[in-house]
């Protein structure tokens, strides 16, 4: 133990001295930087607009010397393999930031689960975090409360590039989410937009079949599925078909909205589970919205009819979506990325043994009440929260640039082409190849140690078309377009670029923050009582103005309170 | 041979009957298993595989024998099952021979005794437990998984009632021709109660090879830990309200051949020890139970 402990005055030493060097060669200021920071956070932050040299430029490839040491967490996944005798700590994307940048990466913790107990224990026993962490959720409300994790406003106006602080300054809303009294505790990645956005897989062999047309509007979905229910559309002469999968068992109370096999676009604008602004502009409980029972009448009548499948509300996403896949069902309402897997793999193998699949994206049609809608997918997908002893922020904001640029197809990007020769491309004779790889393609994405988006680029932030819909209409100009285009489906492509479509009728929640005093006591038993009236409803069970009443008890319940508790929390953040 | 009377066969004949569904339950999830580990992956993700494979392949076990990861965790499992079992059992035999004395020869006994038996009604809890260990300096060591389970009072006293049932005669003839304790312990008592040993040698491997927990809060490096935390994450999968658009994490989704092929292999080296410790298994256990 004292061993270690003297290690890690050393360590600490080293890295101090080491922020001094960079601190200097920089010629910002001058002296410890740890005394510094308060000084800058005193001043008015135009101060470092007047001092140009201290401004970070994008792609600046100066080197720590000697170089930062950050501590990280790994989650270890089965499916992580490392080729050619690389680590987690020595592998093509530490390699690069070691050697061009000076940042090498320590794993503290590699965790096989989530990384919740783990904080948690270090939490109450004292031990210390590692530099960075990702964390969402309670686990990220708990850090803040526990004074282990540091604010990071200073560092962010100091150290991050024009372009980072643009990517948050046209995405305002994601502060909220890590913002407490005032403070920013912690760095929110941005998500592409359309990540988790639903557009709807049709089978288009079926369609043609009956000489029907893709659905724009409820009573159009209504022909199509009494259609794809009674007239045999896969021709075996028995009644074994239905119109829509759906996985009602999410295990997270919301019966209607999964991951695939979802059923939001039949609520339109009010969708159920999210706090949506009324024409007042408080927010209201989406549930129990008015449109919400018009969708569930709706999804009572398709079930009553044969329309969705009487064991819908068992059946997690995978199931319903195996229902689909495998000619049970004719529509399924699932994100862009099922074009890749569990669509793109059952085309793939109906293809190799002669059978008839053949299933196509479309836009969203309008709801029950005439408006297309569906749930938006999260502003964000995790924070960065860092230790509050940890003093190398420059190098974290180094880092996030460098990620940031390969998000916004830089073409300075240093993993233009991926993230490891071998592992998801090889070069032949100074080609890129992206299918071929020897022994298949590996995603490195787990060995970022940060990872500011989620593959494309952040919402709001470049102009024009999105990638995904230029490489579906077939543009192949960069490297990034080139890439995509190589490594996914043209069912995931195309999925993708119709999700893009509707993009402007995304319905956002207008609430992320802390769970409300009520909330923590009362949200989980709203959650059931909300989840078994729906399924109760669809089900037939009870009838469909039993609605009112269930609006009415989630009131009393403490609804109302909730309510008046997130809207006084989304005021106070203005 | 009296022949047996109807209801007797009856008897034999239902009992059969439940007794043959009962060993059904519980292989058909074995044998479902690895029929998934053997089936091609959109047979599997499909949900088509019940009991026989379809699209057969070998793909997923030269995945899981190829992966880094499952082969160091595999080890780890193997080491701290051998020497936690060894530890295990040479601890809890040197207690039961102790304990097995009557208060006159040991003098105290009784203190020792409480000593053991509060443990068993009162323990630390997770936090105290994980300090202990902490501060011990313990993490990140695979004595972490081996010390604060190595003592079970259950066996202890399991073992101390075995003893208890050997004839004393037997022990006093060795203390005449001048054996010690350790010579008596290890040449007399030790061969006689095999069958106990082997039974609680089985208890203890089966524990260890099985538990995750302490793998998971105790050990912070990828080449520590052991096959059973690594296993666990791979079923409980991740939460799907956070998927990202991370191909690894579709790619994890969809490799339930795969998961059953490391299933199957990590349920395989402790099934292959019970046929050899079972000859000791029924006589171990009603033996050790009532004998005076």
Known sequence: MKGQRKLLAVIISILVSMSMVAACSNGANNGDPAEVQPSASASPTSSNQEDPPAAPQPNDRTKFDP??????????????????????????????????????????????????????????????????????????????????????????????????????????????????????????????????????????????????????????????????????????????????????????????????????????????????????????YGSTLAGVKDGLGKLKDWFAKGYLSPDFGTQDAAKAMADFTSGKAGIAFAPGWSGGWPIGTAVAEAEKTNQALDIKPYPLPAGVNGEVGRQASLPSYGTYVFSKDFTQMEAIFKYWDTLYGCAIEDPKCPFDKGYGEGYDYVLNDGKTEWKDVPDGIVSLNAYLMLSPSSGTSPTNVMEGPNIYQRVASGQLDNVFEQKLAASNGKLTIDGFAVAYEQIAQDVPSGFYGANTATMKEKWDQLSTLEEQTFLQIIYGKQPLDYFDTFVKQWNDQGGKQITKEVNEAVASLK | MLKPKISNRLFQYSNHVFLSIVALLCILPMIHVLAVSLSSNYATTSFLVKLWP???????????????????AFRVSVLRTVFGTLLSMTLTMLAAYSMSKDNRYFR???????????????????????????????????????????????????????????????????????????????TIFFPISLPSIATLSLFTMVFHWNSWFDGMIYMNQANQIPLATFLQALIAGFDYTQIGLNPSDLESLSERSLKSALIFIGTLPILLVYPFLQKYFVKGMTLGSVKE
């Open chain 2, 54 to 72: 379809i699209g057969f392949t070998l793909d997923a076990y030269e995945k899981a024998l190829n992966s880094n990861n499952f082969l160091i």
């Open chain 1, 67 to 284: 170089p930062v040491t950050i501590t990280a967490a790994l989650q270890l996944k089965p499916s992580d393999k490392l080729r050619n005798g690389d680590t987690p700590e020595d592998n093509p994307i530490s390699r690069w930031f070691r050697d061009n940048l000076g940042i090498v990466t320590k794993y503290k913790w590699v965790v096989t689960d989530s990384l919740e107990t783990k904080v948690r224990l270090a939490m109450t026993s004292g031990e210390e975090l590692p530099d960075v962490l990702s964390v969402s959720g309670t686990l990220f409300e708990d850090l803040v409360a526990s004074g282990k994790i540091q604010s990071i406003d200073e560092a962010f106006e100091k150290y991050a590039t024009e372009r980072v602080k643009d990517s948050y300054i046209k995405n305002p809303e994601i502060w909220n989410s890590v913002k407490r009294d005032g403070k920013v505790y912690g760095l929110p990645t941005i998500s592409n937009g359309i990540v988790g956005a639903t557009v709807m897989w049709v089978r288009q062999d079926w369609l043609d079949k009956l000489g029907l047309k893709a659905p724009t509007n409820i009573a159009e979905f209504d022909a199509v599925m009494e259609a794809f229910t009674n007239q045999d559309p896969d021709g075996n002469n028995k009644n074994d078909t239905y119109g829509l999968a759906l996985g009602g068992n999410t295990g997270y109370y919301h019966p209607t909205s999964n991951y695939m096999a979802d059923t939001s676009f039949i609520f339109g604008q009010d969708q159920p589970y999210l706090w949506i602004k009324d024409a007042s502009g408080n927010l209201q």
């Open chain 2, 108 to 186: 105290g006994r009784t203190v020792y005794a409480w000593f053991f038996v509060f443990t068993m009604l009162f323990h630390g809890g997770l936090i105290p437990t994980y300090l202990v260990v902490q501060k011990a300096g313990l993490m990140n060591s695979l004595w972490a998984l081996i010390l604060p389970v190595a003592v079970n009072v259950f066996n202890v006293v399991l073992m101390m009632n075995f003893f208890r049932g050997i004839p004393k005669e037997l022990e006093e003839a060795a203390a005449i021709d001048g054996a010690g304790h350790f010579r008596i312990l290890f």
